[in-house]
């Protein structure tokens, strides 16, 4: 972080000036932390407080703090604990095969081939479709029945020994049917953020590898990996804490059903506050939620920390 | 070694095209979905012979206007995240211009505030930013789908780096002729400083367009609802055709896929700079 002032000699000088702006600079950032504070702040704080309360919209039982009672009750709720189940089953299979998937199709794209352009816009076209949108068609996809694109697919395939399956319908295939659909609008994000971090790498380090006598594998392991190591913790962290999010795809594909297999913890969430007015419900759910983020979050600073300091 | 640079070559494209295949049937199925009549769409969905229509029609797209106010859906999605990203841009830039530049007191500890603020998502408060809202009285508004959206930390964070690398040797110019900052802002950082305008534009655009949980909270009338959420109630609105949807789909999507070829390199360019600064 760089200071923002050039220093002078004289001591009262640097004073004034590192104050001079005051009033102006306040002008300049006050609608955004207004913003931040009311619409970021605030409602955090507030998920905190309520969720140590009985507040139910429209409930004509006065506010009464309830202690840790929210959250005996929401841990003791299978559907939330099967909630926090499917969203981590859901990330163990997203994050790998998604960061891989990016990360190949960024090398691929990354040869100076002709053509590469046309296949970054086409892996990158699913990111600018809406989730909802994404779903709806990922539904005629798995639609059941010999008819159904999947279906039908894997009959081809298979020469026909494949039974057709309702995938959105069998507890064992709907969470990884949502989580293919899930992959399939996001990986060109992850893929444009490492093929950036690959074309940052300087050429220069390539050739005085190659005058050096290392093999085209020597060069991926020694030059291309560690170029990779910050950009690819990022996108591993952002795609964690994505498919902790996961709510679009299941509020349309599945209403997390069938039984529960593929509800979240964010729709459960919504489900407390929206559908049964359970406010304070809600909010203790949002709370575990924002833990699980933090948590991440430190430990992806902890990994990039470490890399900083090492190299 | 030169045959197996052709192998190789030819072994990626044929990788890439594969993929390729994996990104376009489904939208390709859209398209093509959109133009058939409703009852063939869901017999045909698994034969890739039958992705160009036998007869193809533009009939679904009538029935669209005649069963949900698409134009009205349209509309509000534009106005919605057009007004997000235009008083967005202004306010974050504003604010990470006097964190990254100005001299004041106060600025380090706000600027730590800002990071601290970056890591929650909205669905970290949704549930109790719906209770606010309630409590204005804003729900069901444009308001409530506009104003929670337009601060917003990373923005903030990614104008304040930004600025911090733009070099001083102008700025200082103008401020030893007594321009104000407020004028040398505009005059001369704002202008040079294309690029993260138009990241933050883009990433912006990015999330608010696709929007569907938060509208889904606070909205109940067809009048300010916005296009993701109309495509998921068009999908369950009996009786289901397919066609119907598709061409819902299309058009949703049309306006956004000219954008996106248009400012393509800006579009890559703004999501590969959120990599950059994690």
Known sequence: ?311 | MRCGNVFARVAAYLILSGMALVFLIPVAMMVSGSLKPDHLVLPEAGRLVKLLPTEPTLENYRDVFARVPFARYMVNSIFITGTIVSCGLLVNSLAGYALSRLHWRGRKAVLTGVIALIILPLEAIAVPLFYEVTLFGWRNTYLVQIVPFIANAFSVYLFYTFFLELPEELEEAARIDGARPIRIFFSIVAPNSQPVFAAVAILTFLTQWGSFLWPLMVTHSESVRPLPLGIALFYTLPPLQWGDIFAFGVMMVLPMLMVFLLFQRWFVQGVASTGMKG
Request: charged content about 10%; aromatic content about 10%.
């Open chain 1, 1 to 311: 972080m760089a200071t923002p002032s050039k220093r002078t000699n004289s001591p009262v000088l640097d004073g004034l000036r590192r104050e001079q702006d005051t009033p102006t600079a306040w002008i300049f950032a006050l609608p955004a932390l207004a913003g931040l504070i009311f619409f970021v702040l605030a409602p955090f704080l507030l998920a905190l407080f309520l969720s140590f309360t009985n507040l139910r919209l429209g409930s004509p039982l006065p506010l009464e703090f309830t202690g840790l009672r929210q959250y005996a009750r929401i841990f003791a709720d299978a559907a939330f604990l099967r909630a926090l189940q499917n969203n981590t089953v859901f990330a163990l299979m997203v994050v790998p095969v998604q960061t891989a998937l990016a990360l190949g199709l960024a090398l691929l794209i990354n040869q100076p081939l002709r053509g590469m352009v046309v296949f970054r816009t086409l892996f990158f076209t699913p990111v600018i479709f809406p989730l909802s949108l994404v779903s709806v068609i990922w539904i005629l996809i798995f639609a059941p029945g010999p008819d159904g694109t999947l279906n039908s697919l894997l009959q081809w395939l298979t020469l026909g020994a494949w039974e057709p399956r309702d995938f959105l319908h069998d507890p064992r295939l709907a969470l990884p049917a949502i989580t293919v659909t899930s992959i399939w609008q996001g990986v060109g994000f992850q893929m444009v953020i490492l093929l950036a971090a690959l074309q940052s790498i300087p050429a220069e380090l390539y050739e005085a590898a190659r005058v050096d006598g290392a093999r085209k594998r020597q060069q991926f392991v020694h030059i291309t990996l560690p170029a990779l190591k910050n950009p690819l913790t990022f996108v591993i962290l952002v795609t964690t804490i994505l498919a902790f999010r996961l709510f679009d795809q299941v509020q349309i594909m599945t209403r997390g059903g069938p039984n529960h297999a593929t509800t979240t913890v964010m729709y459960e969430a919504v489900n407390a506050a929206f559908g049964s007015q359970q406010v304070a419900r809600g909010a203790a759910m949002t709370v575990v939620f924002f833990t699980i983020v933090l948590t991440l979050t430190l430990v992806q600073r902890r990994i990039a920390g470490q890399e900083r300091a090492t190299s």
